[in-house]
């Protein structure tokens, strides 16, 4: 098994364990992180993708920085909301503990 | 293509402006005026750039920035485009001067927001490349979250499912453009169109964006998000987002399987569609008759009535004939203006009536009756009675069905989508005109607001009496 | 354009533009709203006897306007148009004028008023419409404008009967526009042609043309309240009497028995129908219909109830004179469109008088009511006269020629068909008129407003009323005049259909 496929298989297990996270764990948090999951193995196809030329695919690296860009400001975005949607639920700041699910 | 281009550009500026013009004071009043000025201004240049392209059915492209073909943003328009980047601008006009006299105040952030999801939306109609599509849709996302979040802390809970589903479908849609890409080594969909292949990897990708397309779209069976989402919003991000925002992926989606697929998955992947989206039908339909408050209703309407394009959208790969493609486009453009009166029309109910379950509507013939003929023409136009838009969308779909006798059965789609949709309009309008309880006037009485409620509506009611020569337009601006 | 061009255009905006300008009136602006309604009447009234008066020379009155690939926009004043146009024109005056009396200080008038013009529009439009994609344009109209005139009253009886109302309606326009797109899809929807249309298309389109007959038939038996199609018409009763007597007596149920003709003569043709053999059915249930609707008449107690029971079977008198394919048949329908109508709008009107006057809505106690309402009680009973075809009311014409149309096509039992539709029509009008005259008012009336003036009740209830019963009269008196309804059928027949 040559690295690259090594590495794209990873990146699609990986996308698909964040995908399985996101439909199936409650957790607002969780569900944040399984989104981001599901991104690194997008962005891991990509570099995967690339590195099959010699020099590397510059057209794919572009799309993983702009993907990162993304990535994080929507993370932010989630992040913030989730929160703010916590504060408002239990009067305090705290996102919820993890471990204590909401139903 | 440059009109185009400046009705991208001006809401993007108008965006950043906004932003810098209310930082510190509380709620500039210039604000909303500049926004609706500017929503003007690009609606007047999409009809330009209608006009040109439509004239010479040219099909234009510009990369931003002149770079070269692979790492440049590439833009293109075509006759369809312009039309959808007026029909885009029309829509945010609309809502934009209901929300402007809307009382009470719609947040201030509103306003710059709104102009972000504008130019998110021009943005996407116009990427030539199908990763510039992803952006674009996240862009999307993201500022429709945004203004979803406007209501305050109550609709917290659906802005976040809906972002995070979102997010999830954006990344599988990306994750079918990485799969296309190692294979054709191509973003560009013109090119993309020619050298496609109805291989396994091929399909795998074109399922994995559709999958993503369909939950941003809320297509049936994807659509879970949307009512709660739609529900919660202010009243003219409702009507945004039924209007508009559920048609963006919905258009991405067109532009992937009448264009890029090859013809042979194309009509493997038609009856799906068009199966699901008699389905959406029913059931959007049935739970919109059941549901318990007005927006609700209207926002399971939407559901339904997409349905309809996903109906259309179906039998064009299906059975590969123009006239569908006309049917699907109307349907969006007449619904689109439908849905704007029907959700102003619901938010000012809720306002005047103090309530928002859809059992407040008793009497509201009698109390605010200007509002009420806004929701029943809409919803009339929903049913598809003559002389609506809806009726033109409706009789474009179902005429050609007759010409062929195998094809009769999905006729039998429209039939029970029309029989549903009346039930929950009608359940709606019935209520209205039971006699009026006396003693409850309305708290406070804007003729102005509920004309603009009423707008769209007329727009879309008399839209028939134009139909021969819209059909036959539309024929032509669905070419490319 | 020329005025011949616009003057079916008129025909539809003189009931539409005030209809329309009223909603905006405020409740108290009476005078005003009555004007209206006036200056659109009389312009309707000079604009049809002008298009009567062309017709009869020889004049076409035709508009045409884009709307669909292949179906245009088209109003059409052709013989058979005009036949129900001026049966709505001048029963819409009557009903104005007594809607006017009935409905006197009662609210939401301007709602009324303005939906119950919009109803004669799209009522006039049916009649004009110069094919099937107009025809559904305006079948339509009157379905939606219909409805709240039917739920008018806002409790929730009336509700339920609109309900019912829609869920008919809707559901038979559905109907309706599927049929006429699978004829789309065959021929386009060109303009009503006498002999029909479709005789130029194909054999082999034979079972598309049945399944598109069965749909139109269905979807037009809902408004025309074929059996098991008319379950909304006695619900719908519960609706103010004014609308009764000119939506469910005469233009909704006629716009869909009108359907049918045009169906039958001007898409079709007697000749394509023949060859398909598609007729068979619909006669079975018309005549079922007219039975057994004139049996449920029989059952009722409530008078408004037994003469829609009553509208019910009557209507398939004009269907059945349709569906026999026989010119003498085909006169006898016609004219029973207009003698059903005048004649059943006089019952209704005296229902409405009797109704408004004394408080009497079951037949139970109308006992003696002729003592106190004489001139009402003498239009009733020159109405339920000629619903059973006594001469020398209108009814017998029309029971004569549709018998004798019978006859003509070898359809025998056509006759016995009449014989028993009449007895039974006897056994539930004249026990009313018995009652009315000669029975001994048992008890005081359920209220009394005797008004000032001195008259039996209001004059623009009696007046209305009167003037109907004359009509009845006179339409059989003079039938043999060649300007009365069966000179014009006689006209359309000669014109239209041949036969």
């Not at chain 3, 009476?30 to 309707?44: D, I, S, Y």
């Not at chain 3, 004179?321 to 016609?334: C, D, R, S, T, W």
Request: hydrophobic residues 55%.
């Amino acid at each position: 098994m040559s690295p690259e496929l090594l590495y794209l298989v990873v990146g699609a297990t990986i996308w698909a364990v964040g995908l399985g996270g996101l439909l199936l764990v409650h957790h607002m948090l969780r569900r944040v992180i399984a989104v981001n999951l599901m991104g690194s193995g997008v962005f891991l196809v990509l570099v995967a993708l690339a590195a099959r030329s010699s020099p590397p695919d510059p057209v794919l690296q572009a799309l993983v920085v702009t993907g990162l860009v993304v990535a994080i400001s929507a993370t932010a975005f989630a992040v913030r909301l989730a929160s703010a949607r916590a504060q408002h639920s239990s009067g305090t700041p705290e996102v919820e503990r993890p471990g204590g699910d909401e139903s | 293509m440059n009109y185009a281009l400046a009705s991208l550009a001006i809401p993007f500026t108008v965006a950043l402006l906004t932003l810098l013009l209310q930082r510190r004071s509380e709620a500039n009043p210039i604000v909303p005026a500049i926004t609706v000025l500017a929503t003007a201004v690009s609606l007047v240049f999409a009809g330009l750039a209608l006009e040109t392209q439509a004239v010479s059915g040219a099909v234009s492209h510009l990369n931003v920035g002149g770079w070269d073909s692979p790492l440049a943003i590439r833009l293109r328009l075509t006759p369809l485009k312009a039309l959808l980047l007026g029909f885009v601008a029309l829509i945010h006009l609309l809502t934009g001067l209901y929300a402007w006299r809307a009382k009470p105040k719609i947040a201030r952030d509103y306003w710059p927001l709104s102009a972000l999801l504008h130019t998110s939306l021009a943005a996407l109609i116009l990427s030539a490349d199908i990763f510039n599509l992803y952006v674009t849709l996240e862009l999307l996302s993201l500022s429709a979250v945004a203004l979803v979040c406007l209501s305050g802390p109550k609709a917290y809970t659906p802005a976040l499912y809906y972002l995070l589903l979102s997010l999830g479908a954006s990344l599988c849609y990306l994750m079918g453009v990485a799969v296309i890409y190692g294979q054709y080594g191509v973003l560009d969909m013109t090119v993309l169109a020619g050298i496609m292949e109805a291989d396994h990897s091929t399909r795998f990708a074109l399922l994995l964006m559709t999958a993503g397309l369909m939950l941003k779209g809320a297509l049936w069976p994807l659509h879970l998000w949307l009512p709660e989402a739609h529900t919660y919003a202010p009243t003219p991000v409702s009507a945004l987002l039924s209007g508009l925002v559920v048609k963006g992926p919905l258009f991405i989606l067109w532009q992937l399987w009448n264009n890029l697929a090859p013809e042979a998955l194309a009509r493997e992947m038609g009856p799906l569609f068009a199966a699901g989206g008699v389905v959406a039908l029913v059931s959007g339909g049935w739970s919109a008759f059941r549901a318990p408050f007005i927006k609700t209703l209207v926002a399971y309407s939407t559901v339904a009535q997409l349905g309809y394009a996903l109906m259309g959208l179906g039998l064009l790969l299906f059975l590969q004939e123009r006239i569908y493609a006309v049917a699907l486009w109307l349907f969006v453009l007449a619904h689109g203006l439908a849905k704007v009166s029907m959700f102003l029309a619901a938010g000012e109910m809720q306002t005047l009536l103090g309530s928002k379950r859809v059992t407040a509507m008793r009497g509201a013939t009698q109390t605010i009756p200007i509002t009420m003929s806004a929701f029943a023409i809409a919803g009339i136009s929903l049913i598809g009675m003559p002389p609506t838009g809806g009726f033109l969308a409706k009789w474009s779909l179902l005429e050609p069905l007759f010409t062929q006798a195998n094809h009769w059965p999905w006729a039998s789609g429209v039939l029970l989508g029309t029989f549903v949709s009346a039930a929950y309009v009608f359940r709606a309008i019935a209520l209205g005109f039971y006699q009026a309880p006396m003693s409850r006037e309305p708290r406070h009485f804007d003729r102005v607001s509920q004309w603009l409620a009423l707008l769209p509506a007329l727009l879309v009611g008399l839209m028939a009496f134009a139909g021969q020569d819209l059909i036959a337009w539309m024929a032509g601006v669905t070419q490319t | 354009m020329n005025w011949t061009n616009a003057l079916p255009v008129v025909a539809v905006f003189s009931s539409l533009l005030p209809g329309l300008l009223i909603f905006a009136l405020r409740e108290q602006q009476q005078g005003l709203r009555t004007g209206l309604n006036l200056l659109g009447v009389t312009v309707k009234l000079i604009v049809v006897g002008v298009m009567l008066w062309g017709v009869s020379q020889g004049l076409d009155f035709r508009v045409e306007a884009p709307f669909l690939p292949g179906g245009a926009l088209i109003l059409h004043g052709d013989a058979l148009s005009l036949q129900f146009v001026s049966l709505s024109a001048v029963l819409w005056m009557a009903t104005t004028i007594y809607a006017i009396g009935y409905l006197r200080g009662t609210p939401l008038q301007s709602r009324f008023f303005g939906y119950f013009s919009i109803c004669v529009s799209a009522t006039v439009g049916v009649a004009l419409a110069g094919n099937l994609i107009t025809f559904l344009l305006f079948y339509e109209l009157l379905t939606l404008a219909t409805y709240p005139l039917v739920v008018h009253r806002g409790t929730r009886e009336a509700l339920d009967a609109g309900r019912s109302y829609l869920a008919y309606t809707v559901a038979g326009g559905t109907l309706l526009l599927m049929g006429i797109a699978v004829l789309h899809a065959l021929s386009g929807s060109p303009q009503f042609v006498p002999g029909g249309y479709l005789a130029s298309v194909p054999a082999r389109h034979g079972p598309a043309l049945t399944v598109a007959f069965a749909l139109l038939i269905t979807g037009l038996g809902v408004k025309a309240a074929l059996i098991p199609l008319h379950g909304w018409l006695p619900k719908a009763m519960v609706a103010p009497t004014p609308v009764s007597a000119l939506l469910h007596a005469v233009a909704v149920v006629k716009a869909g028995a009108f359907g049918i003709v045009r169906v039958i003569y001007d898409v079709y043709g007697a000749e394509t129908l023949e060859q398909l053999d598609l007729t068979a059915p619909l006669i079975a249930v018309a005549a079922f219909t007219v039975i057994f609707a004139s049996l449920r008449a029989l059952q009722q107690r409530h008078l408004k109830r037994r003469l829609a029971y009553s509208t019910v079977s009557q209507l398939s008198y004009i269907v059945l004179g349709a569906a026999l394919l026989g010119p003498i048949a085909a006169v006898g329908g016609l004219v029973h469109l207009i003698h059903q109508g005048i004649m059943k709008i006089t019952l209704f009107f005296c229902a409405g008088a009797f109704e408004k006057t004394l408080g009497v809505h079951r037949i139970s106690e109308m006992d003696g009511i002729g003592r106190r309402m004489p001139l009402t009680m003498s239009a009733f009973t020159v109405g339920a006269l000629g619903m059973t075809g006594i001469p020398p009311t209108a009814g017998f014409i029309s029971k004569w020629f549709l018998a004798a149309g019978g006859l003509e096509v070898g359809q025998p039992w056509v006759v016995w068909l009449f014989v028993v539709s009449g007895l039974l029509n006897a056994a539930y009008f004249l026990p009313l008129v018995y009652r009315g005259w000669f029975s001994i008012p048992t008890a005081e009336w359920p209220e009394d407003h005797q008004p000032e003036s001195g008259w039996e009740t209001r004059r623009m209830l009696l007046l209305p009323t009167l003037f109907t019963a004359l009509l009845t009269l006179l339409m059989g008196l003079l039938a043999g005049s060649a300007l009365g309804p069966l000179g014009w059928s006689q006209l359309i027949v000669a014109r239209e259909f041949p036969l």
